[in-house]
């Protein structure tokens, strides 16, 4: 059996941070693309790569391109292409911008990887993994969106570093859009098993829950540009999950068509990712609080993926 082929659609930040996991977890070929104007970016970055494999001792090759044809035909295609927002700006300050770009993305995929599991990282999530999915017009179960395992990973971080415990113990669950109103829900955060608000009072987990909802734009103001180690764990998770058929339970991005209420959206909620794609939608129950709170989530979701449908040719 050859190897699987993972196509990286961006080469910035998390691009190149993709493609070092990739490698060190040896899940597959990996193609490094970017427009033609970082063609040799992306190769120099490939070769770079490479050459760190003779101590790694990792069997995978790893190429850089700006040709399409090159990508055809890949297993995996994870996208982060598009620009990164600037200190100040909203994830949905971008729409405008990134919207031409996913969509080029989006029919070259068709084209070219008509059958490959689509995990989509750029901003704003939400709505441009609906845009790339309507474009290709792929099934719902081939195309996702990493937002809630990055923000379910922040949050467990800063569970963890207010308990002073390994945070292999936390398990957070952070559902909703991609933005503001990302909704951590509390009922099904734990800690080995037990409930949270056992262990932390109402008032740290408040602080808790809006740091991680500027999670991103913390790191975006320290660093003056968007975060990439974290998100590209976040999306090789989701990768392996799929490669592997590991039937791991994560919060993603799933095109909703009646579940909790909401149809013909994207928005994190509890999925399965197995070798079928997104193989299963998780209904939790949930407290009338957090349904409160995935209402607002979703109207603001609805808002920008209006926007979106706006400029829909024809």
């Excluded at 998780?282 to 979701?301: F, P, Q, T, W, Y």
Aim: proline fraction near 4%; charged fraction near 20%.
């Amino acid at each position: 059996m050859g190897r699987k082929k993972i196509g990286l659609i961006g080469a910035g930040n998390i691009g190149g941070e993709l493609a070092n996991l990739l490698v060190m977890k040896q899940l597959g070929d990996v193609v490094l693309y970017d427009i033609a104007a970082k063609e040799n970016f992306a190769k120099g970055k490939a070769l770079d790569l490479e050459q760190a494999t003779s101590q790694s001792g990792s069997d995978i090759r790893v190429i850089g391109t700006s040709n399409w044809e090159d990508v055809a035909g890949a297993d995996v295609l994870i996208v982060t292409a598009g620009i990164p927002r600037k200190p100040g700006q909203s994830r949905d300050d971008i729409v405008m911008t990134n919207l031409p770009i996913i969509r080029d993305v989006a029919n070259n995929a068709k084209k070219y990887c008509p059958n490959a599991f689509s995990i989509i990282i750029s901003n704003p999530l939400d709505a441009m993994v609906y845009e790339y999915r309507r474009v290709t017009g792929a099934p719902r179960e081939k195309v996702a969106g990493m937002a809630g395992v990055l923000d379910s990973s922040r949050m467990a971080l800063f569970l963890a570093r207010e308990l002073n415990c390994s945070i292999k113990d936390v398990r957070a669950m952070v559902l909703g859009g991609h933005g503001d109103d990302m909704v951590p829900v509390l009922s099904y955060t734990t800690v080995n098993g037990v409930a949270i608000r056992q262990l932390i009072s109402a008032e740290k987990l408040g602080a808790i829950i809006d740091r991680t909802r500027g999670g991103g734009g913390e790191v975006l103001k320290l660093m003056g540009t968007s975060a990439y180690y974290a998100p590209a764990l976040s999306a090789v998770v989701m990768a392996e999950a799929y490669l592997l058929d590991q039937k791991r339970l994560l919060p993603c991005a799933a095109y909703l068509d009646g579940e909790y209420g909401f149809k013909d959206l994207y928005m994190g909620v509890p999925v399965v990712i197995g070798q079928g794609g997104v193989e299963q939608i998780v209904n939790i129950e949930l407290s009338a609080d957090e349904r409160a709170m995935l209402e607002k989530s979703g109207a603001s979701v609805k808002k920008v993926i209006d926007i979106v449908k706006a400029q829909a040719p024809g």
